[in-house]
């Protein structure tokens, strides 16, 4: 029997004829289902109130702040416990990433999966890092997994802040910070508070999630921008503004800054600040290193940063693969016909080899028919041979490594 993953309408993981369901995106399993966090793009389960779900307390509690309907059907768990699941353990790890957020260790007979979700592994203004989990294989976010994105130190952003906000614009305008109404607000929320002395006024969503992080314990000091106090504020034009990215202010003399990893790319443009809760291109990759993971699989990487695999493969040494339909071991992808794509991916290592030259899928995929495979055969073959180091891809086609 052998552990394994793949991503079916969230991120499936399987041992025998057991199975539990990470992040569903669609309510079409049966498998027990685990939510990573309140962010709407993993916490689609909620959307089902029929269904059972294990997340913290702290992101039900989140959903509700944000206008969740229907909540139901939760299975509390918190950082440090253990699920277990016939032969499947599920335990959970902070990630660093916003308030509740959790990492889920899925041990098994067959080995061990680690599923990041979200994470930031250093030590933020609100959260703690994640911390290295040993694992066989790991199902890991590359959400800012490009070299390019490499984030500034927290107190060197603090301090740009403190200076934008009470230097540049203060005095005549007020400062505007347009952030995720979850983390990103409540991070900036605590710059303000330990950076300067503007009373801090919070709009809309960004309110009701910071009354829930007050509720955890987190000292925040801010005030609603509905509230007497937050309009005498406002009024007075001595204050800074925390507003979730897609709303409109009716307000005149602002100046706006976006708070966000993607700032990175706006910082020549605009007012923008690179702070966020996931963590950088660095920071993933020393993650890897320190789990020790036989191998890596990639998830929500966009355009930008959809070859991290790559890096992984070409700076750590550890075979890795974009996560897929495909099912996936930890020995690399589970292929139909077996046998069938062994042979033929040694008809290919003996047909491409000339050093250096480029081959097209379509001429090896002619030739491998002529040999009896398949248009399904060959091209398995070559993703084989590519995640074993043999091959390389290029946006031509393929050489020898």
Partial sequence: MELKVRQRGGIMVEYDD???????????????????????????????????????????????????????????????????????????????????????????????????????????????????????????????????????????????????????????????????SIGNAQEIISILNQYTNLPVVTAKSASRVTDVYRGAGYRLDSLDAKSDEGQELIESGKCAIVTPKGSKLELDDTEIALVSGWAILYRKKRAAFPLSDHADYRSLLGFIRRCKPKRVLTFHGGSMTKDFHKHVKRSLGIPAAPLSSRIETIRGPLMKNENRVRACSHQIVRTVRIPGFVYQPGWLVKEMSRRGFTPNETENSIEFLIEKGILKGTSDGVHLA
């Avoid at 969740?68 to 335990?91: C, T, Y």
């Fill in 18 to 180: 057991q199975g539990v369901m990470l992040d569903p995106t669609r309510n079409t399993h049966s498998y027990p289902t685990f939510v990573s966090h309140a962010h709407s793009d993993h916490s689609s389960a909620f959307k089902h109130p029929e269904r059972e779900k294990y997340a913290t307390q702290e992101t039900y509690d989140l959903l509700d702040a944000m206008g969740w309907k229907r909540l139901s059907n939760l299975n509390p768990i918190r950082f440090g416990d253990k699920v277990k699941l016939g032969d499947i353990e599920v335990r959970v790890h902070d990630s660093g990433h916003v308030l509740g957020s959790a990492m889920f260790e899925v041990n098994t007979p067959g080995g061990t999966v680690l599923y990041t979700g979200d994470m930031c592994t250093e030590d933020t203004f609100t959260m703690n890092p994640a911390q290295a989990v040993s694992c066989d294989l790991m199902i890991i976010e590359t959400t800012f997994g490009s070299p390019m994105f490499q984030f500034p130190r927290r107190e060197d952003l603090a301090v740009e802040i403190y200076n934008w906000a009470v230097n540049t614009v203060l005095g005549g305008r007020i400062p505007v910070f347009r952030a995720d």
